[in-house]
């Protein structure tokens, strides 16, 4: 699916990349993480963050916008202390390599996934490792990974489609040892059964310390339980945990969902495209805020969409064919290949560039080696 060339209709107004920008709606998570310090219960809440990705998928059965070589995406939040930008780093396989930071915290990886059509079902498989840099207010740096679980989009035959998350996922504290198994279940035919997910965290030693459950939809609640893993732990109203309490607690509810978005956007997502003009003159001329088939088509110019849709990806497929001709291969502007010391796993790294280019052009200075995409 993340190959084939569809009619404009069958998208929504966001790019893959942008997607991806979505794993940052609840990266309060990962600063509450960092303050906590017991390890254990650190890892409770970078369980919660990676779990959370999934709550604005409810209802998004359309298609974002394949990402052309070489777009970015760049999003900043002052207000929450982070930065993300994204780089579309291969085309086939169709790979978007990311990179957020913040004081407390380096979140990266690439968004790369295997689709397969079932007939009544489309599943994407993800297949990139996420990294997790976090740096407790205790000392240190701590390095977590983990796999994103199969993103399924049942009902399609009927025509009432439904997304769900299904599968296992384990993250990995590199730095201690210890570990969180959570499981996505696959939804039943009763609606009861839908969104839920369970798990533990286990210390290096193997011996369960924390039990976590609840709906990747909504709430996620955990409970230490030293030695056992409760299988069913009981809503509550409490937040946080008091030091030695074996009482559950709340450690992330989702943002409300008001009805009424078009596609079903989340309003995290709606303020994506926004492009203010102190803004405008700060983006590289590849930021997906300038992509004119998108843009048009979030202005309701679905005809003018579909027209520069062609006329893009006629364009990516022309400066392909230069390329062959020349032999020569594409080379990301923002990001080099790399292997992490620890885990022995390849990622896609920062060269440090797009900010420190970004920092000259607000002073003055140009995008320098930027393609010309769009």
């Known amino acids: 699916m993340t190959k084939m060339t569809l009619p404009v209709s069958f998208n929504e107004p966001t790019s893959l990349l942008q997607r991806v920008a979505e794993d940052m709606e609840y990266t309060d998570l990962l600063d509450t993480a960092a303050d906590r310090l017991d390890s254990t219960e650190r890892m409770v809440y970078v369980a919660a963050f990676a779990a959370s990705e999934y709550a604005s998928t409810i209802g998004r059965v359309a298609k974002p916008f394949n990402p052309l070589l070489g777009e970015t995406y760049e999003y900043v939040r002052p207000d929450k202390g982070y930065r ?38 489309f599943d994407i498989n993800p297949l990139g490792t996420w990294f997790l840099k976090l740096r407790p207010a205790s000392g240190g740096e701590e390095l977590f990974t983990w796999k994103k679980v199969t993103s399924s989009v049942v009902g399609i035959i009927t025509g009432s489609p439904t997304v769900d998350n299904y599968g296992p996922m384990e993250i990995k504290n590199w730095t201690t040892g210890e570990v969180c198994t959570l499981d996505f279940k696959a939804r039943g035919w009763k609606a009861s059964s839908a969104y839920q997910v369970s798990g533990k965290v286990t210390g290096a030693d193997g011996r369960t310390r924390w039990s976590i459950g609840g709906r990747w939809n909504d709430k996620i609640y955990a409970r230490l339980t030293p030695g056992f893993e ?12 008091e030091a030695g309490s074996t009482q559950a607690f709340l450690v992330w509810q989702a943002h409300e969902r008001p009805s009424g978005i078009p596609f079903n956007l989340t309003p995290f997502v709606v ?27 979030e202005d309701g110019e679905y005809d003018l ?25 594409f080379v990301p502007r923002w990001f080099t290949k790399g292997k992490d010391e620890v885990t022995g796993e390849p990622y896609w790294m920062s060269n440090g560039e797009y900010w420190r280019t970004r920092d000259r052009v607000a002073k003055g200075g140009k995008w320098e080696g930027v393609a010309d995409i769009f």
């Open 271 to 297: 303020t994506f495209q926004s492009l203010p003009d102190r803004l405008r003159p700060l983006l590289p001329p590849t930021d997906t805020r300038f992509r004119p088939d998108q843009r048009a088509m």
């Open 84 to 121: 993300f930008f994204i780089e579309q780093v291969s085309h086939h396989p169709p790979i978007g390599a990311a990179w957020a930071e913040a004081p407390k915290w380096d979140y990266y990886g690439e968004s790369a996934v295997k689709s397969k059509f079932y007939g009544k079902s």
């Open 305 to 329: 969409a579909a027209t520069e849709k062609n006329r893009v990806e006629e364009k990516q497929r022309d400066a392909r064919r230069k390329r062959e001709a020349n032999g020569e291969e």
């Open 230 to 241: 409760d299988s069913e732990i009981k809503p509550t109203l409490k937040t946080g945990h």
